[in-house]
């Protein structure tokens, strides 16, 4: 009976460890949807604001380095607080056939999670490859 009871215990044990790294996974993966939705909602907010401002979009280039183009800033600043350590991995902001009627436009929203920093992953991006014309 005792025999019983011990195999009952550690079977037990067993299940509630599987559970426990259930919960720990689903976490994670609730977290990376979250991060990807973010991602989302800014890469087509720009893009939003882009299509209004058509015949300037030249002026939103922005290849992840160096000075943000004013056109950016407050857009930059919204990555950088939505996601986790966007500021060390900026966005980047790609604009092909520039002309007075629009252009081609790559937005790469990129982030990387603490534990993924330390352990030298890449990070993770959201990528948006569009055409903006006025007509």
Known sequence: ???????????????I?????????????????KHRTEAAFLANKLLSQMWTDAGNIAFYAYPGSGGVPNRLTDWVSQVNTRLPAAATVPPIVTVTGASPAGA???????????????????????????SVFTS
């Open 1 to 15: 009976m005792l025999l019983e009871a011990l195999i009952a215990i550690l079977i037990f044990s067993i299940g």
């Open 104 to 130: 081609t436009v790559s937005i790469q929203v990129r982030w990387q999670l603490p534990e993924e920093q330390s352990q030298g992953l890449p990070p993770h991006n959201y990528t948006v490859i569009t």
């Open 17 to 33: 460890l599987a559970v426990v790294g259930l919960q720990a996974v689903s976490i994670k993966n609730v977290t990376d949807a």
